[in-house]
């Protein structure tokens, strides 16, 4: 009976165009699941602040309108949950809604208080998964339904549900990934007595000429860490994952090897975390690179011939996706596609789109199949 429920309700979220009309309850049940599971995380958040929390959100949690914030998120749920049951004649949308804001009703609700809890000091960041899938989704999804540049493409289209599983594991798995990420800046950081008159310049530049800076050289060091995983067959294993998303939209951006994860953040956190540069700086540049990759991997229209050979737009690296052998190997820079002119890897055929995406070798579905995947690979 579960797996029956579980199947109609996929076949709700991808039910075609015609049942989605204004008026049928599916955008009514869309909402309602999208606010309950919200609350939800905001709830089990307040619950279980040790093993469910960020200490970084901290002040969103402690914030007067928080509690109030969920209570009406809450009840919009409930509501838009069976205003949704009421006009559709498959009910699974509405219900699963209706089942997440009950749950977190039943563990508190916003009146919910902290359970003790054993202090591990390890956390699952669920308060992060949902401000980040909230604040992301919400700014994108509605301009991809407005502005496609695929308009066939659906909002739940072929294989959403893997990259939302990869959106929540690298959100719930962001204490773990951040501590693997900075080992190589808190090693050099141990030893850094040459570092001191870079840092020393770095600090003292004017604030937005610190994040420019640092915007250049994260994607100087992403670059040739981009390339090599393009180059090297064994890393290309891990990277095969991130391109065989046969779609592209603000979620695909989300497929990608923990391993990749891990050593990407690494890497590109290195000049951040080691030159100097303001707390303040890295914050803005962290929540810019959460947005952005979003924005690249989205599914808008808009050629920007011009501006796309110095700044990164979505038809840059759609390209880089491209299943095209012209597309292959091809522009590996996040920010700045002067890097590729430079190093002779650029591609951008003017008002030109790739015909399709993915990798011309089998990698299979599924979460746990893709992570194993890089170590049972036969290159080829």
């Not at 909402?31 to 929390?53: D, I, Q, T």
């Not at 919400?138 to 959403?160: D, G, I, K, S, Y």
Request: charged share 15%; with cysteine.
């Amino acid at each position: 009976m579960t797996r029956g429920f579980w199947a109609s309700l996929g076949k709700d979220l991808e039910a075609p165009l015609a049942a989605r009309r204004l008026g049928s309850g599916w955008f009514a049940g869309f909402f309602a699941l999208v606010l309950a599971l919200a609350g939800l995380c905001a709830v089990v958040a307040l619950r279980w602040p040790a093993a469910f929390s960020m200490p970084q959100l901290e002040v969103v949690r402690g914030w007067a309108g928080f509690r109030p914030l969920i209570h009406v998120v809450l009840l919009s749920a409930y509501a838009l949950a069976l205003l949704s049951v009421m006009l559709r004649a498959r009910k699974a949308l509405g219900a699963a809604a209706l089942g997440v804001a009950l749950a977190a009703s039943i563990l508190g609700g916003a009146g919910v208080q902290p359970h003790e809890t054993h202090d591990w000091g390890i956390f699952f960041g669920v308060d992060f998964f949902a401000v980040n899938m909230i604040a992301t989704g919400l700014m994108f999804a509605p301009l991809e339904r407005f502005a496609p540049h695929n308009r066939a493409q659906r909002l739940f289209r072929l294989e959403w549900r893997e990259d939302l599983f990869y959106y929540l594991v690298s959100s719930m798995l962001v204490q773990l990934t951040t501590f693997l990420a900075l080992a190589p800046s808190t090693l050099i950081n141990g030893h850094d007595g040459w570092l001191g008159g870079i840092r020393g310049a770095i600090g003292v530049l004017p604030w937005l000429v610190q994040f420019v800076l640092a915007m250049v050289l994260t994607d100087v060091a992403q670059y040739w860490f981009h390339r090599a995983f393009h180059r090297v067959p064994f890393l290309w294993g891990f990277h095969a994952v991130h391109h065989s998303a046969p779609s592209m939209d603000w979620l695909a951006g989300a497929r990608m090897h923990f391993v990749e994860i891990v050593l990407l953040r690494g890497v590109t956190s290195l000049p951040l975390l080691t030159l100097g540069f303001l707390p303040s700086v890295m914050q803005a540049y962290v929540g810019m690179v959460y947005v952005y990759s979003s924005l690249l991997h989205a599914n808008l229209r808009g050629n920007f011939d011009a501006i796309g050979a110095w700044i990164a737009v979505p038809r840059f690296h759609h390209w880089h996706h491209a299943i095209e052998a012209e597309g292959v190997d091809k522009n590996f820079a996040i920010h700045f596609p002067w890097l590729d002119r430079l190093f002779g890897t650029f591609y951008f055929p003017k008002g030109a789109w790739p015909k399709g995406y993915g990798v011309p070798e089998a990698v299979p579905h599924g979460y746990v199949a893709q992570m194993r995947y890089p170590f049972v690979r036969k290159p080829g």
